[in-house]
């Protein structure tokens, strides 16, 4: 037992960190089943953020230099039944408060967890991982054609946005974006049927939304996909540690994704401060396109979400039940030859978030609905693919309705438009 133990302390420490040409990490590996790879993933970013206010407590604007993410990870398997992955990642916001300095930049576990592959139709994967309802939860953020991100929501107070500002001017008891989460604790029983045709995601996760009662309950997640492999496009298999997506290929493959998901989770009992109980639960469809053509690669993506019961809000008095609906499209055209340096391509992405709820407006009307509309637009220039890439653009951002009259009664602006340069590295 102590030989076989040496040995493989030896060959790991012996073995110099091999390059994974597929992974672009390193590698230590102890057999051909056994093996792990490591890599340091980066984002930096300038923005400069719009005037926020009109003499308010929002009146502000803001030059920042800042590192958006720092993250070291680990993957790999243990047997070709035993998968495993990490993600560690370390961030600091700077702001007025702080002098300019970060705060709160602290090493933590993002995401991680263990896939059991019985067979390519039936795996589990277990730990902090991925909700498998939207794609946008299965997408890496190295991978994004708009790195700034979904649900650009960035009208509030410091930047804070403007569905927080809401929950915390307790106009709603809950953000509903936060409902959208990416990673979190839980159990996925997954699989690929018919060589990646269909996929499909069944999961079991924390709920911990509520404010004085997290995990109390739980929150249930399915999703489904089919790519028609008949007409010749690839499948986005799951059989992996993490089971991420990507929001674009480069033209490595042709990808045409059909997706629909559905979820469920407890927020409140009757019992609670709003007296009712509130048991939201949502759909989704969305689809996902790309393929090459010569030297150019388009890109489409579109999606629909509709989440039931996903927060209280105040009527005048009275608490009530609202329902949060979002929707976007984008897409990017990528130019797959070396133009100067490197691959150069243009992103746009809409979205659209509307929420039940109400606000006055300074002459004491009453708006309904919480909405905002966000126009993002970049051009990314791939010196590496993902594994060096820089992007310059802007999101626009306008908030209607309820939204646009909390903005103006706090002197706060309705309409932004930040732009940014974006650097990304991996490896």
Known sequence: MKVARWKVLGVAGALVLGY????????????????????????????????????????????????????????????????????????????????????????????????????PELQVRAGKVRVPFTRYQMTSSYSLIV?????????????????????????????????????????????????????????????????????????????????????????????????????????????????????????????????????ADGWTADLFFEKKFGCWVPNLQVGYIELNDSHFYKEETTWKKGDTSLWYAQGQLLYDAVVGFGKPALAIRYENVEADGQSYDDAGNIKKDFAFDRWGVAFNYYLKGQAAKVSLGFDKVEYDDAAEAFLKSSKSEDSITDYYLYIQTMF
């Open 147 to 279: 790195p700034t991100d979904a649900w650009y929501d960035k009208g509030g107070s410091d930047a804070k946005g403007i569905f927080k500002n809401i929950k915390d001017g307790n106009y709603a008891s809950t953000n509903p974006l936060d409902l959208i989460g990416k990673a979190d604790g839980g159990l996925v029983v997954h699989g690929d049927i018919a060589n990646g045709m269909f996929r499909y995601n069944v999961g079991v996760f924390n709920e911990d939304q509520r404010k004085d009662e997290a995990f109390k309950d739980l929150q249930w997640v399915a999703r489904v996909e089919f790519t028609p492999t008949m007409l010749g496009f690839a499948p986005e298999s799951t059989t992996s540690p993490h089971g991420k997506v990507k929001d674009t290929y480069l033209g490595k493959k042709d990808v045409l994704t059909i997706g629909l998901g559905y979820y469920k989770e407890k927020l409140y009992d009757k019992e609670g401060d709003y007296n009712e109980s509130l048991e």
């Open 20 to 119: 994974a040409v597929t992974t672009q990490a390193a590698q230590i590996k102890v057999d051909e089943d056994t093996f792990a790879d490591f890599g340091y993933n980066m984002k930096i970013m300038y923005q400069k953020f719009d005037e926020r206010g009109k003499g308010g407590l929002d009146d502000w604007k803001k030059n920042v230099f800042d590192i958006k993410d720092s993250r070291f990870y680990i993957s790999g398997q243990v047997s070709k039944m035993v998968q495993f992955y990490g993600e560690w990642n370390a961030s600091g916001a700077y702001g007025k408060e702080t002098g300019g300095y970060a705060k709160d930049n602290k090493v933590g576990l993002a995401e991680g967890g263990v896939n059991f592959v019985f067979m």
